[in-house]
Protein backbone atom coordinates (compact mmCIF):
# COMPACT_ATOMS: atom_id res chain seq x y z
CA UNK A 1 0.00 0.00 0.00
CA UNK A 2 2.90 2.67 1.45
CA UNK A 3 5.06 1.39 -2.17
CA UNK A 4 1.92 1.78 -4.42
CA UNK A 5 0.99 5.42 -2.36
CA UNK A 6 4.99 6.40 -3.25
CA UNK A 7 4.73 5.00 -6.69
CA UNK A 8 1.94 7.15 -7.40
CA UNK A 9 3.01 10.76 -6.09
CA UNK A 10 5.95 10.26 -7.51
CA UNK A 11 7.22 13.48 -8.98
CA UNK A 12 9.66 12.26 -11.86
CA UNK A 13 6.88 9.51 -13.12
CA UNK A 14 8.94 6.99 -15.33
CA UNK A 15 5.47 5.84 -17.57
CA UNK A 16 2.91 8.06 -19.78
CA UNK A 17 0.71 5.82 -17.64
CA UNK A 18 2.64 6.68 -14.22
CA UNK A 19 1.83 10.28 -14.32
CA UNK A 20 -1.86 10.03 -15.88
CA UNK A 21 -2.65 8.09 -12.50
CA UNK A 22 -0.31 9.97 -10.86
CA UNK A 23 -2.50 13.47 -11.22
CA UNK A 24 -5.61 10.71 -10.48
CA UNK A 25 -4.50 10.10 -7.12
CA UNK A 26 -3.83 13.96 -6.81
CA UNK A 27 -7.46 14.99 -7.20
CA UNK A 28 -8.45 12.18 -5.45
CA UNK A 29 -6.88 13.34 -2.54
CA UNK A 30 -8.45 16.47 -3.07
CA UNK A 31 -12.10 15.59 -3.42
CA UNK A 32 -11.71 13.01 -0.57
CA UNK A 33 -10.69 16.17 1.77
CA UNK A 34 -14.01 17.59 0.42
CA UNK A 35 -16.71 16.13 2.67
CA UNK A 36 -20.14 17.24 0.89
CA UNK A 37 -18.61 15.49 -2.25
CA UNK A 38 -17.55 12.76 -0.66
CA UNK A 39 -21.57 12.42 0.80
CA UNK A 40 -22.47 12.76 -2.78
CA UNK A 41 -19.88 10.35 -4.02
CA UNK A 42 -21.44 7.90 -1.57
CA UNK A 43 -25.18 8.21 -2.75
CA UNK A 44 -24.17 7.89 -6.40
CA UNK A 45 -22.07 4.77 -5.56
CA UNK A 46 -24.81 3.11 -3.18
CA UNK A 47 -27.44 4.53 -6.17
CA UNK A 48 -25.27 2.72 -8.82
CA UNK A 49 -25.04 -0.87 -6.53
CA UNK A 50 -28.52 -0.88 -6.22
CA UNK A 51 -29.21 -0.53 -9.89
CA UNK A 52 -26.42 -3.11 -9.98
CA UNK A 53 -27.94 -5.49 -7.27
CA UNK A 54 -31.51 -5.25 -7.85
CA UNK A 55 -32.48 -8.36 -8.48
CA UNK A 56 -30.67 -9.65 -5.15
CA UNK A 57 -31.94 -6.50 -3.18
CA UNK A 58 -35.60 -6.26 -4.04
CA UNK A 59 -37.74 -8.05 -1.66
CA UNK A 60 -40.58 -8.84 -4.48
CA UNK A 61 -40.75 -8.34 -8.62
CA UNK A 62 -41.64 -5.41 -9.20
CA UNK A 63 -44.43 -5.90 -11.51
CA UNK A 64 -46.45 -8.63 -9.31
CA UNK A 65 -49.96 -7.02 -8.61
CA UNK A 66 -52.04 -8.37 -5.76
CA UNK A 67 -54.86 -6.56 -5.08
CA UNK A 68 -55.58 -8.01 -1.55
CA UNK A 69 -52.63 -5.94 -0.28
CA UNK A 70 -53.14 -2.75 -2.80
CA UNK A 71 -52.21 0.50 -0.50
CA UNK A 72 -50.65 -0.86 2.78
CA UNK A 73 -48.83 1.87 4.75
CA UNK A 74 -45.10 2.06 5.43
CA UNK A 75 -44.07 -0.42 7.90
CA UNK A 76 -45.91 -3.27 6.88
CA UNK A 77 -44.55 -6.83 7.47
CA UNK A 78 -42.92 -7.54 4.06
CA UNK A 79 -43.53 -3.72 2.30
CA UNK A 80 -41.31 -1.85 4.30
CA UNK A 81 -42.08 1.36 2.38
CA UNK A 82 -45.58 -0.14 1.44
CA UNK A 83 -47.49 -0.54 -1.69
CA UNK A 84 -49.00 1.33 -4.70
CA UNK A 85 -52.34 1.09 -5.76
CA UNK A 86 -52.42 -2.16 -7.48
CA UNK A 87 -50.91 -3.82 -4.52
CA UNK A 88 -46.89 -3.77 -5.29
CA UNK A 89 -44.04 -3.17 -3.47
CA UNK A 90 -42.73 0.17 -3.06
CA UNK A 91 -39.50 -0.57 -2.26
CA UNK A 92 -38.74 -2.99 -4.91
CA UNK A 93 -40.26 -0.98 -7.76
CA UNK A 94 -38.02 1.81 -6.47
CA UNK A 95 -35.04 -0.48 -6.44
CA UNK A 96 -35.73 -1.27 -10.15
CA UNK A 97 -36.49 2.20 -10.89
CA UNK A 98 -32.91 3.15 -10.25
CA UNK A 99 -31.95 1.35 -12.97
CA UNK A 100 -33.65 3.07 -15.07
CA UNK A 101 -32.61 6.62 -13.98
CA UNK A 102 -29.35 5.03 -13.92
CA UNK A 103 -29.99 4.24 -17.93
CA UNK A 104 -31.20 7.65 -18.25
CA UNK A 105 -28.67 10.09 -16.75
CA UNK A 106 -25.68 7.73 -18.44
CA UNK A 107 -27.37 8.15 -22.05
CA UNK A 108 -28.11 11.60 -21.72
CA UNK A 109 -24.53 11.97 -20.08
CA UNK A 110 -22.61 10.30 -22.95
CA UNK A 111 -24.64 12.33 -25.46
CA UNK A 112 -25.63 16.06 -24.72
CA UNK A 113 -22.12 16.79 -23.39
CA UNK A 114 -20.62 15.26 -26.53
CA UNK A 115 -22.59 17.42 -28.89
CA UNK A 116 -22.28 20.68 -26.65
CA UNK A 117 -18.12 19.83 -26.69
CA UNK A 118 -17.72 19.72 -30.10
CA UNK A 119 -19.98 22.04 -31.41
CA UNK A 120 -18.78 25.12 -28.57
CA UNK A 121 -15.61 24.45 -29.26
CA UNK A 122 -15.49 24.50 -33.06
CA UNK A 123 -17.87 27.50 -32.67
CA UNK A 124 -15.32 28.92 -30.37
CA UNK A 125 -11.94 27.73 -32.29
CA UNK A 126 -12.88 29.05 -36.00
CA UNK A 127 -14.81 31.88 -35.06
CA UNK A 128 -16.07 34.13 -37.70
CA UNK A 129 -19.57 32.77 -39.56
CA UNK A 130 -18.50 29.32 -38.43
CA UNK A 131 -19.40 30.24 -34.67
CA UNK A 132 -22.04 32.79 -35.77
CA UNK A 133 -24.31 30.20 -37.70
CA UNK A 134 -23.68 27.44 -34.81
CA UNK A 135 -24.13 30.32 -31.91
CA UNK A 136 -27.54 31.13 -33.02
CA UNK A 137 -28.29 27.32 -33.49
CA UNK A 138 -27.78 26.97 -29.91
CA UNK A 139 -29.71 30.11 -29.10
CA UNK A 140 -32.59 28.97 -30.70
CA UNK A 141 -32.47 25.69 -28.65
CA UNK A 142 -31.90 27.81 -25.95
CA UNK A 143 -34.54 29.95 -26.44
CA UNK A 144 -37.45 26.97 -25.56
CA UNK A 145 -37.94 26.01 -21.97
CA UNK A 146 -36.39 22.30 -21.92
CA UNK A 147 -39.12 20.43 -20.39
CA UNK A 148 -41.43 22.14 -23.45
CA UNK A 149 -39.36 21.34 -25.70
CA UNK A 150 -38.48 17.56 -24.53
CA UNK A 151 -42.39 17.44 -24.47
CA UNK A 152 -43.05 18.42 -27.95
CA UNK A 153 -40.46 16.17 -29.24
CA UNK A 154 -41.55 13.09 -27.62
CA UNK A 155 -44.79 14.20 -28.68
CA UNK A 156 -43.51 13.94 -32.21
CA UNK A 157 -41.62 10.40 -31.63
CA UNK A 158 -43.58 9.13 -29.31
CA UNK A 159 -43.08 7.59 -25.39
CA UNK A 160 -40.83 5.64 -24.74
CA UNK A 161 -37.63 5.28 -22.66
CA UNK A 162 -35.12 5.78 -25.70
CA UNK A 163 -37.29 9.01 -27.05
CA UNK A 164 -37.45 10.50 -23.25
CA UNK A 165 -33.65 10.17 -23.67
CA UNK A 166 -33.26 11.45 -27.23
CA UNK A 167 -35.66 14.53 -26.04
CA UNK A 168 -33.36 15.33 -23.16
CA UNK A 169 -30.23 15.13 -24.57
CA UNK A 170 -31.33 17.20 -27.61
CA UNK A 171 -32.45 20.48 -25.29
CA UNK A 172 -29.47 19.32 -22.70
CA UNK A 173 -26.78 20.28 -25.02
CA UNK A 174 -27.09 24.02 -25.87
CA UNK A 175 -25.49 24.94 -22.17
CA UNK A 176 -22.38 22.76 -22.70
CA UNK A 177 -21.38 24.45 -26.12
CA UNK A 178 -21.48 27.74 -24.22
CA UNK A 179 -19.50 26.56 -21.53
CA UNK A 180 -17.26 25.44 -24.01
CA UNK A 181 -17.30 27.59 -26.18
CA UNK A 182 -16.74 30.69 -23.68
CA UNK A 183 -13.63 28.17 -22.28
CA UNK A 184 -12.32 27.66 -26.11
CA UNK A 185 -12.50 31.67 -26.60
CA UNK A 186 -9.84 31.79 -23.50
CA UNK A 187 -7.78 29.31 -24.67
CA UNK A 188 -7.52 29.72 -28.14
CA UNK A 189 -5.67 33.13 -28.37
CA UNK A 190 -3.22 31.59 -26.07
CA UNK A 191 0.91 30.67 -26.31
CA UNK A 192 0.65 27.13 -26.21
CA UNK A 193 -1.99 26.96 -28.93
CA UNK A 194 0.29 29.18 -31.25
CA UNK A 195 2.92 27.05 -30.77
CA UNK A 196 1.14 23.94 -31.60
CA UNK A 197 0.29 25.90 -34.81
CA UNK A 198 3.52 26.58 -35.82
CA UNK A 199 4.62 22.94 -35.36
CA UNK A 200 1.85 22.38 -38.14
CA UNK A 201 -0.91 20.88 -36.28
CA UNK A 202 -4.63 20.84 -37.91
CA UNK A 203 -7.24 22.13 -36.46
CA UNK A 204 -8.64 19.05 -35.77
CA UNK A 205 -5.62 18.23 -33.79
CA UNK A 206 -5.63 20.79 -31.97
CA UNK A 207 -9.33 20.89 -31.41
CA UNK A 208 -9.03 17.22 -29.85
CA UNK A 209 -5.92 17.13 -28.02
CA UNK A 210 -5.66 21.12 -26.96
CA UNK A 211 -8.50 22.50 -26.87
CA UNK A 212 -11.07 19.95 -25.29
CA UNK A 213 -8.60 19.23 -22.86
CA UNK A 214 -9.13 22.41 -20.96
CA UNK A 215 -13.03 22.61 -21.33
CA UNK A 216 -13.65 19.62 -20.27
CA UNK A 217 -13.28 19.97 -16.44
CA UNK A 218 -15.93 22.83 -17.14
CA UNK A 219 -18.08 20.51 -18.56
CA UNK A 220 -17.59 17.33 -16.39
CA UNK A 221 -18.94 19.97 -13.29
CA UNK A 222 -21.94 21.32 -15.55
CA UNK A 223 -22.81 17.76 -16.40
CA UNK A 224 -22.99 16.23 -13.05
CA UNK A 225 -24.92 18.88 -11.86
CA UNK A 226 -27.16 18.91 -14.76
CA UNK A 227 -27.58 15.06 -13.73
CA UNK A 228 -30.50 16.13 -10.93
CA UNK A 229 -32.38 18.57 -13.84
CA UNK A 230 -32.16 15.36 -16.26
CA UNK A 231 -33.58 12.86 -13.61
CA UNK A 232 -36.03 15.68 -12.97
CA UNK A 233 -37.66 16.05 -16.64
CA UNK A 234 -37.06 12.20 -17.02
CA UNK A 235 -39.79 12.34 -13.68
CA UNK A 236 -41.17 14.84 -15.16
CA UNK A 237 -41.70 13.27 -18.59
CA UNK A 238 -42.77 10.06 -16.96
CA UNK A 239 -45.50 12.23 -14.92
CA UNK A 240 -46.92 13.30 -18.34
CA UNK A 241 -47.41 9.80 -19.12
CA UNK A 242 -44.68 10.87 -22.18
CA UNK A 243 -41.52 9.18 -20.81
CA UNK A 244 -41.42 5.54 -19.63
CA UNK A 245 -44.47 3.43 -20.25
CA UNK A 246 -46.12 1.94 -17.34
CA UNK A 247 -46.32 -0.85 -16.08
CA UNK A 248 -42.39 -0.09 -15.93
CA UNK A 249 -41.40 0.84 -12.52
CA UNK A 250 -39.84 4.90 -12.90
CA UNK A 251 -39.82 7.53 -10.34
CA UNK A 252 -41.50 10.31 -12.19
CA UNK A 253 -44.11 7.29 -13.19
CA UNK A 254 -44.47 6.23 -9.77
CA UNK A 255 -45.28 9.74 -8.00
CA UNK A 256 -47.90 10.30 -11.44
CA UNK A 257 -50.03 7.38 -10.29
CA UNK A 258 -49.53 8.07 -6.36
CA UNK A 259 -51.43 11.57 -6.95
CA UNK A 260 -54.58 10.50 -7.07
CA UNK A 261 -54.11 8.84 -3.28
CA UNK A 262 -51.77 12.11 -2.17
CA UNK A 263 -54.38 12.73 1.05
CA UNK A 264 -55.07 9.53 2.61
CA UNK A 265 -52.13 7.49 0.73
CA UNK A 266 -49.17 10.13 0.75
CA UNK A 267 -46.22 6.94 0.81
CA UNK A 268 -47.32 6.20 -2.58
CA UNK A 269 -46.06 9.35 -4.25
CA UNK A 270 -43.67 10.24 -1.18
CA UNK A 271 -41.75 7.38 -1.68
CA UNK A 272 -40.44 8.06 -5.09
CA UNK A 273 -40.37 11.38 -4.07
CA UNK A 274 -37.68 10.96 -2.07
CA UNK A 275 -35.69 8.74 -3.68
CA UNK A 276 -35.57 11.34 -6.88
CA UNK A 277 -34.70 14.03 -4.11
CA UNK A 278 -31.75 12.00 -2.38
CA UNK A 279 -30.51 10.96 -6.07
CA UNK A 280 -30.50 14.64 -7.02
CA UNK A 281 -28.86 15.94 -4.08
CA UNK A 282 -25.90 13.19 -4.51
CA UNK A 283 -25.29 14.31 -7.70
CA UNK A 284 -25.37 18.24 -6.65
CA UNK A 285 -23.24 17.63 -4.01
CA UNK A 286 -20.40 15.46 -5.84
CA UNK A 287 -20.78 18.18 -9.11
CA UNK A 288 -20.18 21.35 -5.96
CA UNK A 289 -16.90 19.01 -5.33
CA UNK A 290 -15.93 18.12 -8.82
CA UNK A 291 -15.91 21.60 -9.08
CA UNK A 292 -13.45 22.21 -6.39
CA UNK A 293 -11.17 19.87 -7.71
CA UNK A 294 -11.35 20.02 -11.28
CA UNK A 295 -11.61 23.80 -11.65
CA UNK A 296 -8.76 24.62 -14.04
CA UNK A 297 -8.33 27.92 -11.57
CA UNK A 298 -7.70 25.89 -8.60
CA UNK A 299 -6.15 22.86 -10.16
CA UNK A 300 -3.29 25.07 -11.47
CA UNK A 301 -2.12 26.18 -7.81
CA UNK B 1 22.47 35.00 -49.96
CA UNK B 2 20.43 35.97 -46.72
CA UNK B 3 18.55 33.54 -44.81
CA UNK B 4 15.63 35.52 -43.69
CA UNK B 5 14.54 38.38 -46.03
CA UNK B 6 12.38 40.96 -44.99
CA UNK B 7 11.43 43.55 -47.30
CA UNK B 8 9.37 47.08 -46.72
CA UNK B 9 7.38 45.04 -44.23
CA UNK B 10 4.10 46.51 -42.61
CA UNK B 11 1.40 45.12 -40.41
CA UNK B 12 -1.98 47.15 -39.97
CA UNK B 13 -4.46 45.77 -37.11
CA UNK B 14 -8.30 47.03 -37.50
CA UNK B 15 -10.40 46.81 -34.54
CA UNK B 16 -13.52 48.84 -34.39
CA UNK B 17 -13.21 50.97 -37.05
CA UNK B 18 -9.78 52.50 -35.74
CA UNK B 19 -6.65 50.85 -37.98
CA UNK B 20 -3.17 50.43 -35.67
CA UNK B 21 -0.60 50.48 -37.84
CA UNK B 22 2.28 47.97 -35.72
CA UNK B 23 4.95 47.75 -38.13
CA UNK B 24 5.70 50.01 -41.08
CA UNK B 25 8.21 49.58 -43.95
CA UNK B 26 10.75 47.83 -42.26
CA UNK B 27 13.18 45.72 -44.00
CA UNK B 28 16.29 43.91 -43.13
CA UNK B 29 17.58 40.35 -43.84
CA UNK B 30 19.60 37.79 -41.36
CA UNK B 31 22.34 35.19 -43.07
CA UNK B 32 22.45 32.18 -41.99
CA UNK B 33 23.70 31.16 -38.86
CA UNK B 34 23.62 34.95 -37.80
CA UNK B 35 21.90 36.39 -34.71
CA UNK B 36 20.32 39.45 -34.82
CA UNK B 37 18.02 41.44 -32.47
CA UNK B 38 15.49 43.35 -32.41
CA UNK B 39 14.95 46.29 -29.86
CA UNK B 40 12.83 49.23 -29.06
CA UNK B 41 10.06 50.03 -26.34
CA UNK B 42 6.51 48.14 -25.52
CA UNK B 43 4.75 48.80 -28.80
CA UNK B 44 6.92 49.03 -31.29
CA UNK B 45 6.10 46.43 -33.07
CA UNK B 46 9.56 44.26 -32.61
CA UNK B 47 7.19 41.11 -31.52
CA UNK B 48 5.07 41.83 -34.29
CA UNK B 49 7.68 41.51 -36.67
CA UNK B 50 8.02 37.88 -35.78
CA UNK B 51 4.32 37.26 -35.22
CA UNK B 52 3.83 38.40 -39.29
CA UNK B 53 6.99 35.80 -40.11
CA UNK B 54 4.91 33.04 -38.27
CA UNK B 55 1.28 34.40 -40.27
CA UNK B 56 -0.01 35.16 -36.68
CA UNK B 57 -0.58 39.02 -37.91
CA UNK B 58 -2.20 40.65 -40.56
CA UNK B 59 0.80 41.53 -42.95
CA UNK B 60 -0.60 44.41 -45.27
CA UNK B 61 2.78 44.96 -47.51
CA UNK B 62 6.09 43.61 -48.50
CA UNK B 63 7.35 40.48 -48.48
CA UNK B 64 8.66 37.85 -46.26
CA UNK B 65 11.42 35.51 -47.60
CA UNK B 66 12.81 32.49 -46.26
CA UNK B 67 15.57 30.74 -47.67
CA UNK B 68 14.59 33.21 -50.97
CA UNK B 69 11.76 31.71 -51.12
CA UNK B 70 8.27 33.78 -50.41
CA UNK B 71 6.69 32.10 -47.34
CA UNK B 72 3.34 30.65 -48.12
CA UNK B 73 0.02 31.33 -46.47
CA UNK B 74 -1.14 29.61 -44.33
CA UNK B 75 2.43 28.34 -43.65
CA UNK B 76 2.29 24.94 -43.86
CA UNK B 77 4.42 22.07 -42.48
CA UNK B 78 7.44 22.80 -44.81
CA UNK B 79 7.82 26.22 -43.00
CA UNK B 80 7.15 24.30 -39.28
CA UNK B 81 10.45 23.13 -40.01
CA UNK B 82 12.17 25.34 -40.85
CA UNK B 83 11.33 28.06 -38.61
CA UNK B 84 10.37 27.42 -34.79
CA UNK B 85 9.93 30.24 -32.33
CA UNK B 86 10.19 30.52 -28.63
CA UNK B 87 7.16 33.04 -26.61
CA UNK B 88 8.08 35.17 -23.76
CA UNK B 89 5.97 33.83 -21.31
CA UNK B 90 6.89 29.96 -20.08
CA UNK B 91 4.14 29.71 -17.51
CA UNK B 92 1.52 30.70 -20.95
CA UNK B 93 3.21 28.39 -23.44
CA UNK B 94 3.40 25.31 -22.31
CA UNK B 95 -0.04 22.82 -22.07
CA UNK B 96 -1.12 22.71 -18.77
CA UNK B 97 -2.71 19.30 -19.06
CA UNK B 98 0.09 17.74 -21.17
CA UNK B 99 3.21 16.08 -19.23
CA UNK B 100 6.61 17.47 -20.90
CA UNK B 101 6.93 14.23 -23.09
CA UNK B 102 3.76 14.97 -24.62
CA UNK B 103 4.68 18.43 -25.26
CA UNK B 104 7.87 17.48 -26.79
CA UNK B 105 6.92 14.59 -29.15
CA UNK B 106 3.48 16.43 -30.73
CA UNK B 107 5.58 17.93 -33.03
CA UNK B 108 7.17 14.68 -34.25
CA UNK B 109 3.86 12.84 -34.34
CA UNK B 110 2.23 16.25 -36.37
CA UNK B 111 5.16 15.58 -38.92
CA UNK B 112 5.42 12.16 -38.95
CA UNK B 113 8.80 11.76 -37.48
CA UNK B 114 9.58 7.98 -35.90
CA UNK B 115 11.67 7.00 -32.78
CA UNK B 116 9.94 9.69 -30.99
CA UNK B 117 11.47 7.90 -27.33
CA UNK B 118 15.22 9.00 -27.98
CA UNK B 119 14.53 12.18 -29.41
CA UNK B 120 12.51 13.36 -26.37
CA UNK B 121 14.96 12.11 -24.02
CA UNK B 122 18.00 13.67 -26.68
CA UNK B 123 16.16 16.64 -26.36
CA UNK B 124 15.98 17.20 -22.95
CA UNK B 125 19.42 16.37 -22.24
CA UNK B 126 20.53 18.98 -25.05
CA UNK B 127 19.28 21.73 -23.16
CA UNK B 128 20.23 20.79 -19.60
CA UNK B 129 16.88 18.85 -17.99
CA UNK B 130 17.01 15.41 -16.64
CA UNK B 131 15.49 12.80 -18.55
CA UNK B 132 13.34 11.97 -15.52
CA UNK B 133 11.37 15.27 -16.21
CA UNK B 134 10.28 13.80 -19.22
CA UNK B 135 6.58 12.84 -17.48
CA UNK B 136 6.52 15.73 -15.31
CA UNK B 137 3.52 18.85 -16.00
CA UNK B 138 4.85 22.18 -16.68
CA UNK B 139 3.07 22.94 -13.20
CA UNK B 140 5.92 20.61 -11.25
CA UNK B 141 8.42 22.91 -13.11
CA UNK B 142 10.43 26.13 -12.30
CA UNK B 143 9.71 28.98 -14.81
CA UNK B 144 13.35 28.61 -16.24
CA UNK B 145 13.25 24.72 -16.70
CA UNK B 146 9.99 25.70 -18.81
CA UNK B 147 11.50 27.63 -20.67
CA UNK B 148 13.98 25.18 -21.15
CA UNK B 149 11.28 23.09 -22.10
CA UNK B 150 9.72 25.27 -25.00
CA UNK B 151 13.15 25.85 -25.87
CA UNK B 152 13.42 22.42 -26.95
CA UNK B 153 10.23 21.85 -27.99
CA UNK B 154 10.72 25.04 -30.63
CA UNK B 155 13.71 22.33 -31.18
CA UNK B 156 12.24 18.90 -32.01
CA UNK B 157 11.88 19.52 -35.67
CA UNK B 158 15.83 20.76 -36.10
CA UNK B 159 14.42 24.06 -37.72
CA UNK B 160 17.29 26.20 -39.14
CA UNK B 161 15.76 29.45 -37.83
CA UNK B 162 14.84 30.27 -33.91
CA UNK B 163 12.54 33.29 -33.66
CA UNK B 164 13.09 34.34 -29.75
CA UNK B 165 10.50 36.59 -28.43
CA UNK B 166 11.92 37.66 -25.32
CA UNK B 167 12.56 34.67 -24.04
CA UNK B 168 14.34 35.97 -20.97
CA UNK B 169 12.14 38.95 -19.87
CA UNK B 170 9.60 36.49 -17.42
CA UNK B 171 12.85 35.04 -15.48
CA UNK B 172 14.56 36.40 -12.91
CA UNK B 173 18.12 37.42 -13.69
CA UNK B 174 20.08 34.66 -12.52
CA UNK B 175 17.91 31.72 -14.62
CA UNK B 176 18.24 34.61 -17.61
CA UNK B 177 21.76 34.46 -17.87
CA UNK B 178 21.87 30.88 -17.61
CA UNK B 179 18.88 30.89 -20.50
CA UNK B 180 20.89 33.16 -22.61
CA UNK B 181 23.98 30.83 -22.15
CA UNK B 182 22.33 27.75 -23.20
CA UNK B 183 20.93 29.40 -26.11
CA UNK B 184 23.92 30.25 -27.16
CA UNK B 185 25.34 27.51 -26.55
CA UNK B 186 22.70 25.23 -29.23
CA UNK B 187 22.69 28.40 -31.89
CA UNK B 188 26.67 27.10 -31.78
CA UNK B 189 26.44 23.38 -32.12
CA UNK B 190 22.90 23.05 -33.99
CA UNK B 191 24.38 26.23 -36.50
CA UNK B 192 21.02 27.97 -35.61
CA UNK B 193 20.15 31.48 -37.15
CA UNK B 194 18.66 33.30 -34.82
CA UNK B 195 16.16 36.39 -34.58
CA UNK B 196 15.79 37.78 -31.24
CA UNK B 197 13.38 40.34 -29.86
CA UNK B 198 13.94 42.28 -26.51
CA UNK B 199 13.49 45.51 -25.00
CA UNK B 200 17.00 45.24 -22.84
CA UNK B 201 19.85 46.43 -24.57
CA UNK B 202 22.15 44.31 -22.37
CA UNK B 203 20.31 41.03 -23.54
CA UNK B 204 20.45 42.00 -27.10
CA UNK B 205 24.50 42.74 -26.29
CA UNK B 206 25.29 39.13 -25.18
CA UNK B 207 23.36 37.41 -27.72
CA UNK B 208 23.57 39.52 -31.39
CA UNK B 209 25.94 40.50 -34.28
CA UNK B 210 23.54 42.81 -35.50
CA UNK B 211 20.64 44.81 -34.26
CA UNK B 212 17.73 46.57 -35.66
CA UNK B 213 16.20 49.70 -33.11
CA UNK B 214 12.73 50.43 -33.78
CA UNK B 215 10.47 53.09 -32.52
CA UNK B 216 6.53 53.01 -33.12
CA UNK B 217 6.81 50.88 -36.08
CA UNK B 218 9.56 52.44 -37.87
CA UNK B 219 13.01 51.65 -38.23
CA UNK B 220 15.64 54.04 -36.12
CA UNK B 221 18.98 52.57 -36.75
CA UNK B 222 20.71 49.30 -37.49
CA UNK B 223 23.75 49.24 -35.42
CA UNK B 224 26.89 46.31 -35.50
CA UNK B 225 27.71 44.57 -32.76
CA UNK B 226 31.21 46.34 -32.48
CA UNK B 227 29.78 49.51 -32.86
CA UNK B 228 26.92 49.03 -30.08
CA UNK B 229 29.84 47.92 -27.56
CA UNK B 230 31.35 51.08 -28.56
CA UNK B 231 28.78 53.25 -28.24
CA UNK B 232 28.73 54.40 -31.81
CA UNK B 233 24.97 54.91 -32.72
CA UNK B 234 24.08 57.88 -34.96
CA UNK B 235 20.90 58.59 -33.51
CA UNK B 236 19.97 60.05 -30.20
CA UNK B 237 17.09 57.47 -29.28
CA UNK B 238 18.94 54.36 -29.79
CA UNK B 239 21.93 56.36 -27.43
CA UNK B 240 19.09 56.76 -25.17
CA UNK B 241 18.46 53.23 -25.20
CA UNK B 242 21.62 52.13 -25.12
CA UNK B 243 22.16 54.57 -21.94
CA UNK B 244 19.82 53.19 -20.06
CA UNK B 245 21.24 49.81 -20.35
CA UNK B 246 24.74 50.73 -20.64
CA UNK B 247 25.86 50.50 -16.60
CA UNK B 248 24.29 46.26 -16.88
CA UNK B 249 26.33 46.03 -20.39
CA UNK B 250 29.70 47.38 -19.69
CA UNK B 251 29.88 44.59 -16.90
CA UNK B 252 30.87 42.40 -20.27
CA UNK B 253 28.88 39.45 -20.74
CA UNK B 254 26.20 37.74 -18.58
CA UNK B 255 27.75 35.59 -16.27
CA UNK B 256 25.90 32.80 -15.29
CA UNK B 257 25.02 33.54 -11.55
CA UNK B 258 26.00 30.76 -8.98
Not at chain 1, 77 to 84: A, E, S
Not at chain 1, 125 to 142: E, H, P, Q, S, V
Not at chain 1, 269 to 282: D, E, H, K
Amino acid sequence: MSTLRAWLSDPNPASRRQARLGQAWLAWQRIRRNRLAMAGLVIVGILLLVAAFAPLIAPHDPLVQDLSRRLLPPGTPGNLLGTDDFGRDILSRIIYGARITLYIVALVAVTAPVIGLLIGTVAGYFGGWIDATLMRLTDIFLAFPRLILALALVAVLGPGIENAVLAIALTAWPPYARVARAETLTVRSSDYIAAIRLQGASAPRIIAGHVVPMCLPSVIIRVTLDMAGVILIAAGLGFLGLGVLPPTPEWGLMISSGRKYLFEQWWVATMPGLAIFIVSLGFNLLGDGLRDVLDPRSASR
Amino acid sequence: MALIEIENLSVTFRAKGQEVRAVRDVSLSVGAQESYGLVGESGSGKSTILRAICGMAPVTGGTIRIGGQPVPTPRGRAFSAQVQMVFQDPYASLHPRHTIDRTLSEPLAIHGIGDRDARVVQALTDVGLPPAFRFRYPHQLSGGQRQRVAIARALMLRPRILLLDEPTSALDASVQAEVLNLLNRLRAEQGLTFLMVSHDLAVIDHMCDRIMVLQHGRTVEEIAHADLAAARMTTAYARSLFEASADRMLDGPVEPAR
